[in-house]
């Protein structure tokens, strides 16, 4: 089984995956070096633009649980996010450097992001060769759905990241890259145990390590790995006891969580549909975004490749099977009455997301080379043929490549509430109420706005801008008084925020608009934001 799955070879995949000839020299370790090094510049050039304001949901829960570590956030329904410690930890050393920020919020979404990146493109790398890993490593990240997520705090890309940077060490001792020191080994089980405190379900794919190392270190090996996977689970455990007074208290929750009470249209979107429909969620949702034609044919190349190229790829189909099967079962096929998971979800398939990129784009790796080497054949005595077919396997795969990553991103480029979408609403109202923060006694805006401008109550890095407390408006609730502000976003068209429409709408009225004896005292340039002053109410006549 081990052989299947690691191929025909022990040794470095590009003296023979890309055709060349074992004898030949090697890739320069500069050109080695560089690559990674340009893909992370690369991807930092295009998220920063594109990161969008904070979302007053299941983001900000984490950041507020971040915030209160180690203390429990009491009276919750969210068991589930706030024990996800291998995200909330991380995100409690970004606000202690940087405050209740928007760098905190972003930073540690875009380093993890930035692991899934890494981790794909040294498995294209091991498995096929340099521009199969450069090529897969851009377009998983690019995919509309993975990068919606990239910039914000949710545990999916975190831990899908986590895995495959694991996957590719091992693959890496596997091929005699690495030596299985006893650290190695132990940070391997360190890499993998995060990923399980970042994602639960990140565990139906641990069995591929397992298979990959064995015959390369043995059960003492494994044991090495095993020890901080134990350690963390056992760290978990105490803390949810000591939290949450349940030392199961995320297993339960997690287990759980689908068959709580739901809104009724939610309930219909994943519960008693026909068998048929749970089997296909992952391609119905992939042909939901503007790239799925795209990541559809990937995937059908992953599973003919399989058949095809049974030794090459038989990594890559156990990987996307050891996902698929047990979310296909648990999502609906066993119950659909009572799914577990909430298959509509695209994130929770995001850890085959490199597994299915990569098997695409490998099975076009490979057969460029079958039609190179055939052509080549007849090419002999015809270099310019021969320079053309040398080329065939970097043109299929470079050009698929370029065509779904670009789809992609001419749908997310310049999203509306990133910087390259023109937000700067809520970064100019900072501006302006730090010029007038002594004159007001409160800022009343409605309960979803009110989590989104806290974090601009601070710096982009920290530091309190603005001290005036923010009120929240609830229906029934206290009114604004005079001596106090108003504070609308996004309330006529939902363009960046829709919870806050939505919230705003219950507290101010639907369409939300203003109350007799309120001044406009500023307004953003896009319309996004409008602030009104509370004056006294004239005396009777």
């Given amino acids: 089984m081990c052989r299947v799955l690691i191929g025909h070879r022990d040794r470095p995949p590009e003296e023979t995956a890309a055709g060349t000839h074992p004898g030949r020299r090697r890739t320069p370790t500069l050109t080695r070096r560089l690559t990674p090094a340009a893909l992370t510049l690369g991807y930092l050039a295009v998220v920063l633009p594109n990161v969008r304001v904070p979302t007053p949901s299941d983001q900000v829960n984490y950041m507020h649980t971040a915030e209160l570590f180690p203390a429990p956030l009491l009276t919750t329904n969210v068991i589930h996010q706030v024990t996800r410690f291998g995200l909330i930890i991380p995100m409690r050393l970004a606000i202690a450097v940087?405050?209740?920020?928007?760098?905190?919020?972003?930073?540690?979404?875009?380093?993890?992001?930035?692991?899934?990146?890494?981790?794909?493109y040294a498995l294209g790398t091991q498995l096929f060769s340099r521009p199969v890993g450069v090529a897969a490593a851009v377009v998983v990240v690019a995919t509309t759905p993975v990068f919606a997520d990239a910039a914000d705090p949710l545990p999916d890309v975190?831990?899908?990241?986590?895995?495959?940077?694991?996957?590719?060490i091992a693959l890496a001792l596997r091929r005699r890259r690495l030596e299985p020191r006893w650290w190695v080994l132990a940070g391997l089980g360190l890499v993998l145990g995060w990923s399980y405190l970042v994602r639960e379900f990140i565990v139906f794919v641990w069995p591929l390590i397992p298979i990959v190392l064995y015959r390369r270190v043995g059960w003492r090996g494994l044991a090495w790995m095993a020890a901080p996977m134990?350690?963390?689970?056992?760290?978990?455990?105490?803390?949810?006891?000591?939290?949450?007074?349940?030392?199961?208290?995320?297993?339960?929750?997690?287990?759980?969580?689908?068959?709580?009470?739901?809104a009724p249209e939610v309930a219909r979107s994943f519960r008693d549909k026909p068998r048929h429909v749970y089997l296909l969620r992952l391609p119905a949702k992939l042909n939901t975004y503007p790239e799925g034609g795209w990541l559809l044919g990937l995937l059908t190349l992953t599973l003919v490749g399989g058949l095809l190229w049974r030794r090459r790829l038989a990594l890559i189909v156990t990987w996307g099977a050891l996902l698929w099967v047990p979310l296909t079962l648990l999502g609906g096929i066993l119950d659909p009455s009572r799914p577990k998971l909430r298959l509509q979800l695209i994130r929770y398939w995001f850890p085959i997301f490199p597994a299915f990129v990569l098997?695409?784009?490998?099975?076009?790796?490979?057969?460029?080379?079958?039609?190179?080497?055939r052509i080549g054949a007849r090419a002999a005595n015809?270099?310019?043929?021969?320079?053309?077919?040398?080329?065939?396997?970097?043109?299929?795969?470079?050009?698929?490549?370029?065509?779904?990553?670009?789809?992609?991103?001419?749908?997310?480029?310049?999203?509306?509430?990133?910087?390259?979408?023109?937000?700067?609403?809520?970064?100019?109202?900072?501006?302006?109420?730090?010029?007038?923060?002594t004159e007001v006694r409160r800022i009343w805006t409605d309960s979803h706005t009110a989590r989104v401008l806290r974090f601009y109550q601070y710096g982009p890095y920290g530091g309190l801008a603005w001290r005036t407390p923010i009120a929240r408006a609830r229906p029934g609730g206290p009114t604004p008084t005079p001596g106090d502000l108003v504070l609308f976003f996004d309330t006529k068209r939902a363009r960046e925020c829709g919870f806050c429409r939505k919230s705003a709408s219950e507290a101010w009225g639907a369409p939300p608009r203003p109350r007799p004896g309120w001044r406009e005292v500023y307004a953003t340039r896009d319309d996004l934001v409008h602030v009104y002053a509370v004056t006294p109410s004239p005396p009777p006549p």
Wanted: glycine share 12%.
């Fill in 98 to 120: 940087f405050g209740y920020s928007e760098t905190a919020y972003h930073i540690v979404p875009i380093l993890a992001t930035l692991t899934l990146l890494l981790g794909t």
């Fill in 158 to 168: 975190f831990a899908a990241g986590l895995f495959t940077v694991a996957l590719s």
């Fill in 230 to 262: 134990a350690v963390l689970a056992l760290g978990e455990t105490l803390l949810c006891w000591q939290l949450y007074g349940n030392p199961l208290a995320r297993f339960n929750a997690v287990t759980n969580h689908a068959e709580g009470p739901v």
């Fill in 359 to 373: 098997g695409g784009l490998g099975a076009l790796w490979l057969i460029g080379l079958f039609l190179r080497d």
């Fill in 382 to 437: 015809r270099p310019p043929l021969g320079a053309v077919a040398a080329a065939v396997p970097l043109v299929l795969v470079i050009g698929v490549a370029a065509s779904t990553a670009g789809t992609a991103a001419a749908n997310w480029w310049g999203r509306p509430g990133t910087p390259a979408g023109g937000e700067r609403a809520l970064a100019a109202f900072r501006t302006w109420m730090s010029d007038h923060d």
